[in-house]
């Protein structure tokens, strides 16, 4: 399983942008994809998950309303659309794939997923 993140750059708080993250192997057509972020000094925390099995997504609180995760089986994409960026979003974003049958209870855990992309930097500047 591959990950790979693209999309990130640099926008002015207020602006958006939209990340992709393309996907080899089994991963986004039977688990959950998520997208975290860590930004520098701070522990890698948990932005939002796609379930295929449900259709379902879950969101961090200080992102709902604001971003949205969506993606293309057929073509193992998933995207994370992010709208009214702050300063605070600024880091460096992660895709991921959580491992079958993850429980609705660690969703947003990191742990839960063992295969990770790259890393796309996302700055915002006020």
């Known amino acids: 399983v591959q990950l790979q993140a693209f999309g990130g750059g640099s926008v002015q708080a207020g602006g958006s942008l939209r990340l992709s993250c393309a996907a080899s192997?089994?991963?986004?057509?039977?688990?959950?994809m998520g997208w975290f972020r860590q930004a520098p000094g701070k522990e890698r925390e948990f932005v939002a998950t796609i379930r295929w099995s449900s259709s379902n997504t879950y969101y961090a609180d200080s992102v709902r309303g604001r971003f949205s995760i969506s993606g293309d089986r057929a073509k193992n994409l998933v995207y994370l659309q992010m709208n009214n960026l702050k300063p605070e979003d600024t880091a460096v974003y992660y895709c991921?794939?959580?491992?079958?049958?993850?429980?609705?209870?660690?969703?947003?855990?990191?742990?839960?997923?063992?295969?990770w992309g790259q890393g796309t930097l996302v700055t915002v500047s006020s």
């Open positions: 192997g089994r991963a986004i057509r039977t688990s959950p």
């Open positions: 991921a794939a959580a491992k079958q049958g993850v429980i609705l209870s660690q969703i947003r855990n990191k742990d839960a997923y063992p295969y």
